[in-house]
């Protein structure tokens, strides 16, 4: 994980959600690392439109998942998505908003700044 990591827009990454408690470290913020395989970067606003086509692509984030200590998300929640999720669901026109201070700049390696701002928060 980096240490002092920055935002997409260069400052210092700013905490995601510690309830529930998100980012792929289970740290509140949505840092990567090597073991981030799935680039979970972004920080995005849950919709119910965006919980649904989630679940309709084969990663349902609102069930309940008791053995991961996953209580499943609900809208208004913040959550530290894979970026190339993101995009796919922007791609869709099914994109959350997203928290741009608490975005990893790694995002944009695979989202672009002004699609980012589109959906600012």
């Known amino acids: 994980m980096e ?4 935002n997409v827009l260069g ?9 529930p408690l998100t980012g792929f470290y289970r740290d509140g913020c949505c ?15 849950m919709t119910q439109e965006f919980l649904q086509f989630s679940k309709e692509r084969g ?3 609102s069930t309940p998942r ?3 200590r996953f209580k499943g998300l609900k809208a208004g929640d913040k959550w530290c998505l894979c970026a190339k999720r993101w995009r796919e ?10 928290v741009l201070e608490s975005t990893h700049q790694k995002t944009l390696t695979i989202v ?10």
Do not use: R
């Open 3 to 6: 240490i002092n990591a920055k």
């Open 11 to 19: 400052g210092d990454l700013v905490a995601c959600s510690y309830s």
């Open 31 to 45: 840092h990567t690392g090597e073991e981030d395989l799935g680039t979970h970067t972004v920080c995005a606003v």
């Open 59 to 61: 990663n349902d984030l």
């Open 66 to 68: 008791p053995e991961y």
């Open 89 to 98: 669901a922007y791609e869709f026109g099914m994109a959350p908003n997203v």
């Open 112 to 121: 672009t700044l002004e699609a980012l701002k589109e959906y600012a928060y």
